[in-house]
């Protein structure tokens, strides 16, 4: 696939605006997105992996010569609580929710008490009430948890075949999980929508490839007004919903031109309505707007920083922080959406995208 080059000034000493993030991340290159001449639209401003990234263990800690808090093994599903102080992080291999607290400078974990212990957890959301929802594959429901940790919940028992995404409607107090299914069944394959307490209320969509049908769908997002947005993975499209449930329109397709999709998986959406969505073949995040038109493209597959391997979900907070998880790198990359207006996002006269970062190399 023909992608874009990273702008790098190697700035040793910068000091990154990054709430939360450690002193030591200070020590980041600058990096951005698209290339110059075209002005900037996205920095790295952070990683989040261990304990390090939020402040480190405390003196008492090392005078006790404690062992440091595990670090992100497999990250998958992201959430951002609503003054933006938390990420939430489900890691697929340690069975838990890390919870990277910039405001306490602490890192903990939900889900890995033996009693109500996560088996496999995919995707995370929040509430109004930050209690913790997390899709867990191996338990094929979601188990619901206080901000504290503290279980209150299974939901979708013995309906679930598959559950990957998930998001909360707070305002109209649903909760839409992704069930992708599998192989040898044709059940899931579609959203399930419940009320905050559990109770089924709705199913949207079947297995197939006509609109608002799925072929392996994967993770969902929520705009503002309420508007679904579904990774529909294996027929490489984005679907759109109303709060209703009632398909609106799509945008994408296989290719491995600027703009298809590979193999789509997390997709949120930012305070203009731009949407993103992380492809994990491609290791990178496309940015489109409302009218499914290629923006720019930010990532890229590679180790150093900024770089993804094999990304999964994303998250924005209300600051249009941007949080993504690098699956195979075993971070969250934190990106920042800069010197970006109303207008460009807008759709152009001739129909054409806006052309941020094309004179990038590719």
């Known amino acids: ?51 390090d990234d939020v402040g480190g263990p405390s003196v008492r800690e090392l005078l006790a010569g404690s ?5 992100l093994y497999q990250p998958m599903g992201l959430a951002v609580s609503a003054d933006g102080e938390r990420v939430y992080v489900a890691d697929h291999v340690w069975n838990a929710v890390f919870v990277f607290d910039s405001k306490t400078g602490t890192l903990r974990s939900i889900g890995d008490d033996e009693r109500y212990a996560l088996a496999m957890p995919v995707g995370v959301a929040l509430d109004d009430a930050e209690n913790v929802y997390v899709t867990d594959t191996g338990t094929q429901s979601v188990r619901v948890y206080d901000r504290g940790g503290g279980f209150l919940r299974n939901i979708g028992k013995d309906l679930l075949i598959h559950p990957t995404g998930i998001a909360v409607d707070n305002t109209r ?37 006509a609109d608002g049908e799925f072929n392996f769908p994967t993770f969902a997002n929520l705009d503002a007004d309420g508007r679904l947005y579904v990774v529909d993975s294996v027929n490489n499209r984005i679907q759109v919903f ?12 296989s290719g491995d031109q600027l703009g298809n999709f590979a193999r789509p998986k997390g997709v949120a959406i930012d305070t203009f309505g731009n949407i993103y969505v992380v492809d994990s073949r491609w ?5 489109f707007n409302q009218h499914g038109q290629l923006l720019m493209i930010f990532g890229g597959v590679g180790s150093y920083p900024g770089l993804l391997t094999n990304p999964t979900a994303i998250a924005i907070d ?16 934190v990106y920042e959406l800069i010197g970006t207006a109303v207008e ?10 806006i052309p941020r970062g094309e004179k990038g190399g590719r």
């Open 344 to 353: 460009d996002s807008v759709q152009l006269s001739s129909g054409a995208a």
């Open 173 to 209: 107090q649903r909760l839409y999980v992704v069930d992708t299914g599998r192989n040898d069944t044709p059940q899931g394959h579609c959203i399930r929508v419940f009320d905050l307490g559990g109770q089924l209320v709705q199913e949207i969509g079947k297995r197939g490839g």
């Open 1 to 51: 696939m023909k992608t874009l080059t990273v702008s790098v000034m190697l700035v040793m000493s910068v000091a990154l605006n990054c709430t939360g993030c450690a002193t030591q991340q200070s020590q980041l290159p600058e990096v951005f997105w698209p290339d110059p001449p075209d002005a900037p639209r996205i920095k790295l401003i952070g990683t989040l992996q261990s304990r």
């Open 283 to 287: 290791s990178n995040v496309q940015m």
């Open 67 to 71: 062992d440091k808090t595990r670090a």
């Open 318 to 333: 209300n600051r249009n922080r941007i949080y993504v998880s690098d699956t195979f790198g075993k971070r969250v990359g």
């Open 242 to 253: 109303d709060s209703s449930g009632k398909f609106l329109w799509k945008f994408g397709e």
